[in-house]
């Protein structure tokens, strides 16, 4: 099956620095991925998706870029903000029918003002 | 926020019994979810269902049900037999395959006295 591996585990930035979480991914057959963001006690939310027909997608101040030939994936937060502090997780899947949904194991990113 | 919510938001058990969790939709989504999050784990997948009446294990189904007999709703049921069920749980359902988002209710924490 489908193994998503995440990193860093923590990141730490000063505010209005760049921050950028990886992920690899086993199956190549594997062309949706995710990335959501957790704040503390509230629930998983999706900020922005890539699939494997697109290399790079940008979102005002989020991005996410993507090689499938290495199998992995990129998110960059530029000019960080507090509210940004959470935790990150990426994940893969294939599209097609209702398929496993594969998390990596979650960044946790603190922006320091 | 809305559209899928899961009841209670705290659940304390004692060892040896079986509890059911409650995850409802009215997204219309056919795809229905349920995760366990553990610090530092990321979100596993327990069990999903793709069509009411159908559901099919995840990558930690071992001590837990589950049903779907309503579209709308998808309970997960952790039993005596689950060693360690103290965990955040979470419940999602998800778009159809054109765009595959996830959306998650607010979890339920459930605590083993």
Aim: hydrophobic content about 30%.
């Amino acid at each position: 099956g489908e193994n998503v591996e995440q990193h860093p585990s923590t990141l730490s930035v000063q505010e209005g620095d760049s921050a950028v979480i990886k992920c690899t991914y086993s199956d190549s057959a594997s062309n949706y991925f995710p990335w959501y963001k957790q704040e503390l006690g509230k629930r998983p939310q999706l900020i922005i998706d890539i699939r494997s027909n697109v290399g790079e997608k940008k979102d005002q101040r989020i991005a996410v870029t993507l090689n499938k030939t290495a199998k992995h994936f990129s998110l960059h937060i530029t000019e960080t903000q507090p509210e940004d502090s959470a935790v990150y997780f990426c994940a893969a899947s294939k599209t097609g029918g209702y398929q496993k949904v594969t998390f990596g194991t979650g960044t946790k990113l603190q922006v320091i003002p | 926020d809305g559209g899928i919510t899961q009841s209670p938001k705290y659940l304390f058990r004692k060892e040896g019994q079986n509890v059911t969790l409650s995850c409802e939709q009215n997204l219309n989504h056919d795809a229905m979810y349920w995760y366990r999050q553990d610090p530092g784990q990321g979100l596993r997948l327990i069990y999903y269902s793709q069509i009411v009446n159908d559901f099919q294990k995840g990558d930690i189904a071992e001590g837990y049900s589950v049903s779907r007999e309503k579209k709308e709703s998808f309970p997960l049921t952790v039993t005596s037999a689950q060693k360690n069920p103290t965990a955040f749980y979470l419940c999602a359902s998800r778009t159809p395959a054109g765009s595959g988002e996830q959306f998650f209710g607010p979890g339920t924490r459930l605590t083993v006295l």
